[in-house]
């Protein structure tokens, strides 16, 4: 019987468990095809005992509606940086790439379908060119994926945020306040700005146009004059003053990433030393964005991206991701894929129209 393994990597984000199912589904009408999971991405396979489950229709049926990953998922099991624990408590990262393929072989995976954002599709990219048969199936809440139009995610992030703002009005109206609210999204400000506009905020702030403090100043104090005794921010994690840097920590041992956060509270303060006189709160949103049930947008998205991504294992269309372009499903090279991030474009209509509804980017 031929065997296709499926696994998620990195942050988690809703829609994961579609695509798994859309796989599954899809790989069922072959009649001789038999899926399996990895838990916690590479662990599942790298680590002894292993965990490898078989997913059939019935341990999936009806998960498409569950946020999470029903395989689990972890930012610290790269394959070719494998983080791993020395007597004396230190960590070293070594390439346990050989020994995956080895892993690989004696299960008879005739495919991997790696779930992830742009560090795992790096890694499917890698895996492939050392000539593990892989196919990518992009994720994030983020949106910063290049190849693709959109990641499923990120629509269900833009709503929780957007649901949280409204809330964030009604308190910020009845108190005279200047809310922020702090929403993810790394080095790009899809959620931000989406978030914005959905919502109807005076000020956005993303990383992609560092803000000047003094104009901000400014803008709350007319909004203020002007007789709408309050203020609604919204602030990527990533954004930063045009005078300053991203606020970031390192991140936990043998993570993916450093960790962002905070810049709400940084904001709140730079706001009180330059001047603003008006009450501030802030409210960092954090992993809520991450969590829940996807959106049906989502569903439908992750849906699709998990019976290509099986149709591609079908056609052997290895070292290739699964994308949505112009409105259609399709695939794209793993490099092509992985060459560059999509960050909002400060020239875009997006932005524009922004502007044209009245939010200010402090620049
Ligand atoms: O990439 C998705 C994301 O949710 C980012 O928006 C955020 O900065 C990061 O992951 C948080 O990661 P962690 O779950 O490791 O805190």
Known sequence: MPKVLVLTGGGDCPG??????????????????????????????????????????????????????????????NPLQYPQTMPDGSIQFIDKTDELAKKLNQWEFDAVINI???????ISKALFEKGIPVIGVPKTIDNDLSATDMTFGFHTAVQTATDSFDKLVTTAESHHRVMIMEVMGRDAGWIALHTAIAGGAEICLIPEIPYDIKKLVKRIDLRYKGGKGFVNIVIAEGAKPKQGDITATAGEKGSEHVRLGGVAFKLSKQLKEAGCKAEIRETVLGHVQRGGTPTAFDRVLASLFGVKAFEMVLTKQFGQMVAFRNNSITQVSLDEATRENNYVNRDSYLIKAARGLGISFGA
Not at 24 to 50: C, D, M, T
Not at 51 to 77: D, F, M, P, Y
Not at 116 to 122: E, H, N
């Open 16 to 77: 994961l468990n579609a695509v798994i199912r859309g796989v599954v589904k899809r790989a069922a009408k072959e009649r001789n095809w038999e899926v399996y999971g990895s838990i916690e991405a590479f662990n599942g396979i790298l680590n002894e005992p292993q965990e490898i489950i078989k997913l059939t229709k019935k341990r999936t049926a009806g998960i498409h509606v569950k946020g999470g990953t029903i395989l689990k998922t972890t930012n610290k099991s």
């Open 116 to 122: 992830g954002g742009d560090g795992s599709q790096r």
